[in-house]
Structures are given as structure tokens and as C-alpha cells.
């Protein structure tokens, strides 16, 4: 990867603002599940959100 590979990202991380550089938006979230395959949309949306595995399962935290 070269660094003019790099570039878009970092201007979109500097758009972003208050967010983490990770953490995605509502709007591109759904822009993602609509190009997923209609059957997996389900666990694919909840794997993005971070509540579920890619396989289907909950995410269930151990910490009480």
C-alpha cells in the first residue's frame, strides 16, 4: 500500500469529526447491508453494529 492509497481515508477521517476513525455512520451502515445478499443482511447489519457475530450468534459479553 502506497501512501496515495492512504489518502481518501484520511480525509474522510478528518470529515468525520467527533466520531472514533472506525465507527461507521447510520447512513453508511445501510449503504453496506443493501450491497449484502438479502438472506445474510440480518446477521451482516448486527456483525457492523457490533451485537452479533458474522455466523448469526449474539455477541455476548463475559463481564458481568
Known amino acids: 500500500m502506497s501512501d496515495h492509497d492512504a489518502q481518501p481515508v484520511e480525509s474522510v477521517a478528518a470529515k468525520t469529526g467527533d466520531r ?6 447510520e447512513r453508511e451502515i445501510q449503504e453496506l447491508v443493501a450491497r449484502c445478499p438479502e438472506q445474510q443482511r440480518w446477521a451482516f447489519e448486527g456483525w457492523l453494529r457490533g451485537v452479533r457475530q458474522l455466523d448469526g450468534d449474539p455477541i455476548v459479553s463475559l463481564s458481568p
Do not use: N, V
Open 20 to 25: 472514533a476513525p472506525d465507527e461507521l455512520t
